[in-house]
């Protein structure tokens, strides 16, 4: 189909929704039911106690109850639920006495052995719905590449596709229906706001109580905006335990499976200057990184074609889920800026001084006067982007990129704009050449690349051949810590291994 | 390009007698467009020959011309077709000035290879006797060696390495996540960003909800806009100091 047919289809896929609704089939389940109550009472225990005690025992709880929601394969199929019950089971055992609570420890243990010995009722409900519709009439959307996996694994026999949206984006399947295996806020809204199947239906155990829809971003402000309406039906013997009918509400993002943060540092100084503030980013693979409100970032964009996925992007659009390119060991700017001095060659030195001279002069304000006066001083001049002030003082990052802000920046440090202007864009220039040259190298080697292993595994090591920039590594962001920390400028941007990110993906 | 206005050209005669030789100069006649430099225009026959891009041309079969920026090398290309939408646009009657000397002020940003292949769809107005408008036509994209081009067009992987825009441009089109990820390095007058709603990623939204929020005037886009978005289309509009 040309691209002109796929989009009038997915347009019209986009109408039926519209006009009705999508469907969200929840089915009894009282194994299920049990555990859940069973980590209502841990998590609220949890609560009440602070952190420290529960933490181990409510990461694998919430990594259970994850994945009854999202892979409902029989049990002997199913390792990843029955590792999940037993590590429940063996946080339990660990935790024998040392708290006080044995009851809710015993609640825990017989209900995630009651999970993990029954073949799952929403899998049953996932057969029959199949049969209703037929095999070839079908696809199945799992909420991962791991529980795609498993589900295909279970139903690729029966000649079942399954997908995560994401290949579901790139392979475009011509069926009418979806069955979607998971709650509909477990998904991103593009699955139903921009549909490719005229029905769509989220299978969910009926314990599972939220059935919000997720809304374009934009639908709030917008004239046309797409809300997308629920009709629910339930199935099955959906008594629930009534401890859940009382009882304090805890919020659904606490029962998700969550990295673990470090706690804050104190931010009651402001960075050195060898400092950085940086968020600290879990990343694929137990690999973490501190990434600093500086230059843009390398990343790959796999729904893009060949030849235009490496990409690079400012670091606030960096997310949960977006694919960066990283060098081991030290920076890909550090490299790129060494390369480009090279470039300019005998202007080399004299451009680094005067890049040295205002950043240097930069920074002294910053460190006399503090960062917000800093700040209110540049924006009183009229630099529009003056709460970037302390990421120009970062020695890989050029400029700032308005040629108004910095003539006022300059004008404001006392420095004369010439030949601070003039070599600061020398050197941009010379630092995009650069980057060019290892942004072809990176396409090849991304082009080369199998894009079904990165999005299975979320990295992948990358070969180029240039001097100074082998040993990249394509790795997803699978989480971003809250708040921000100081951290060493030279440990910023580069990967290291971390296991904070044990209980997601 | 379809709203800006008609360039004012002189007669064909009498800009040629106006021009020094080296000058380049793109014209356009019946078949084709040319650029390249000029160097004489011969009275003394009639119809008068100019000669120009390596070539001579009878004055009287050309429709327009102009001088234009210097160009190091002649080039030719089929003269485009106006079409159906040219012809609802008005911009059929002076067709040939604005290929001679085109406003040239709109910019796409987006993945080349898509917008290639979106070049080569055909748009018409239902039940139009007109022949359809190539999109090719009515957009000429600077790509490739043309005689001629009103857009200029630039991969979102490619940005990065090419900003700033160039100044003169008074509207550019960011197509998709990778374009509107530069939004707050475009100072352009009329800024449209296109939301791929299947893309999961929603960061491109928050960027412009987020400059809407912060800096942003809202404009109704069916009452001060008049366009009314067909069913599936989500629109926001508003404005933002420069």
Partial sequence: MTRVGLLNRRYAASAALQRDGVEIVAIGDPLGARFNTAARTLMLTAREDGPGLWDDLVGAVRALRWRLLTQPQPIALNPALTDGAEEVLRRVRLLRGAVQDESLLDEIASAAVGVSSCDPELGQLLLRSIDEVGVSECVVIASNARASEALGGWLGDKGIEVLTPGALERTQPQVEQAYVVGPPRFFRSSLVTAPLTNSLSFLIPAWFGDRQIPRSAISAYAEGAMRIEARVFTEGDTAEPEAVIAGPVIAEEDFLPQPLWSPRQALDREPGSDEVEAHKLLLSGGQAMWLDDGERIRAVDLLQPHGERVVHIPVSSVRVGTYLLLRQGETEHHALHIAALARLASLGPAVEASQQSWKKRLQQRLSQHGQAAVVNALRGEGVKTAERARAWTDPTLVRPHSDQDFERLLAWLDLPIQPHFGNATLLRRAIYQASAEVRVQLESAVSAADVSVLERDGSLGLDLTQEGFRGMLATRVIAISPHADIVPRRDARVPFEDRSGQWLE | ?242
């Fill in chain 2, 1 to 242: 390009m379809l709203a800006s206005q008609s360039p004012l050209l002189a007669a064909p005669l009498l800009t040629l007698r106006q021009l020094a030789p080296g000058t380049s100069v793109r014209a356009v006649n019946s078949g084709y467009v040319v650029a390249g430099s000029f160097s004489s225009l011969d009275e003394t026959v009639f119809p008068p020959r100019a000669r120009f891009a390596g070539s001579y041309w009878q004055v009287n079969g050309i429709d327009a011309i102009a001088a234009i920026e210097h160009l190091a090398e002649p080039r030719k290309s089929p003269r485009p077709e106006v079409g159906s939408i040219g012809h609802m646009a008005h911009v059929d009657s002076d067709w040939a000035a604005r290929l001679a000397a085109p406003a040239a002020d709109l910019a796409i940003v987006g993945t080349s290879s898509w917008l290639d292949g979106d070049f080569d769809a055909w748009i018409t107005r239902a039940s139009d006797s007109l022949a359809p408008s190539s999109i090719r036509d009515l957009l000429l994209p600077d790509v490739g060696p043309v005689a001629t081009w009103f857009t200029r067009i630039y991969s979102s992987a490619r940005l990065s390495e090419q900003l700033p825009l160039p100044a003169d441009l008074r509207c550019v089109i960011l197509d998709g996540f990778g374009a509107i990820k530069h939004l707050g390095e475009v100072d352009a007058p009329v800024v449209i960003c296109i939301l791929d709603r299947s893309v999961a990623d929603d960061t491109a939204a928050e960027i412009v909800v987020q400059l809407r929020n912060t800096h942003g005037e809202p404009v109704l886009v069916r009452e001060d806009l008049g366009w009314r978005a067909p069913a599936g289309v989500e629109a926001v509009a508003f404005t933002v100091a420069l």
